[in-house]
């Protein structure tokens, strides 16, 4: 299910409510909330700030917000968090100046993997390295052309290799273009969560910001709006169970300071809520 978790502003932890059982489709912004619309185009609620929990490109929830000018106008969503308010001169035709965009990283679907065991290689370390000898790990990059991510040697089984590759496509041509014709492949029974597609790097491991919409900036952030975090932001750099942690912890206290529980310098939470 498309899951989100959402807070209402200056009310009891009862208005913090999970979405698991119902899919979220739609996500509208005005200057009093955000109102959720499920994919029966039923309404799910209006709240003040909504954090995504999931990867926002493999959401499947379309996010949009009002024209200042014409509520009947839906616009998609200015994202990846504040504007400049100082090189900005307002909005035009009441329409919000917009932050830079999200990166590539944040429109590349995450990546179902899968590992193959790979015995009787015939390729020499000169293929992969150009020179020396194979370390245990070898990471493969995009420019490789292949789905193969990475592979490491087995310690329990001479001659044999562990190598995880993007599920799709053609992959055991790919892995006897590597390992050589002759070379005994079976998939294993390991199973893998989805990860970003990291695509060698580059922009395509640039972290978005946590706050992906800050709807006070409509007035030039003179006033509290409507917000929407993503906890999963930083694994487009770096994932993992600490990663996780740290990622949900960072959003609390951004809910936080934006409730006024915290303040900025203080690690003091105020709320027993929280």
């Not at 706050?211 to 409507?226: C, E, F, K, R």
């Amino acid at each position: 299910s498309h899951a989100s978790l959402k807070w209402k502003l200056d009310c009891p932890a009862s208005s913090f409510r999970i979405i698991e059982g119902q899919q979220v489709a739609d996500v509208i912004a005005d200057l009093d909330g955000l109102e959720l619309l499920s994919t029966s185009g039923k309404p799910v609620g209006s709240y003040d700030i909504v954090i995504l929990t999931m990867p926002l490109q493999d959401s499947g929830i379309n996010f949009f917000v009002k024209s200042v000018k014409d509520p009947a106008v839906l616009m998609d969503m200015p994202m990846h968090g504040l504007i400049d308010t100082d090189a900005s001169d307002g909005p035009d035709d009441g329409h919000s100046h917009s932050p830079e965009p999200l990166p590539i990283s944040a429109r590349m679907p995450y990546l179902s993997m899968t590992t193959y065991t790979v015995c009787n290689a015939s390729f020499e370390a000169s293929t992969v390295l150009g020179s020396g000898e194979l370390p245990k790990t070898v990471f493969v990059t995009e420019k490789a052309g292949s789905g193969i991510t990475d592979f490491k040697r087995q310690k329990d089984l001479n001659g044999c290799f562990l190598v995880k590759m993007k599920l799709g496509g053609d992959n055991r041509l790919e892995l006897e273009n590597l390992f050589g014709p002759t070379s005994t492949i079976k998939r294993t029974n390991i199973t893998h969560p989805k990860v970003p597609d990291f695509h060698g790097g580059g922009r395509a491991s640039v972290a978005t910001n946590y706050l992906l919409y800050d709807g006070g900036m409509s007035l030039l952030g003179h006033t509290d709006g409507p917000m929407v975090f993503h906890v999963k932001a930083i694994e487009a750099a770096a994932i993992g169970h600490e990663m996780t942690a740290i990622a949900s912890l960072s959003v609390a206290r951004l809910v936080a300071l934006r409730l006024g529980w915290i303040h900025t310098g203080s690690d003091r939470i105020e709320s027993e809520e929280l």
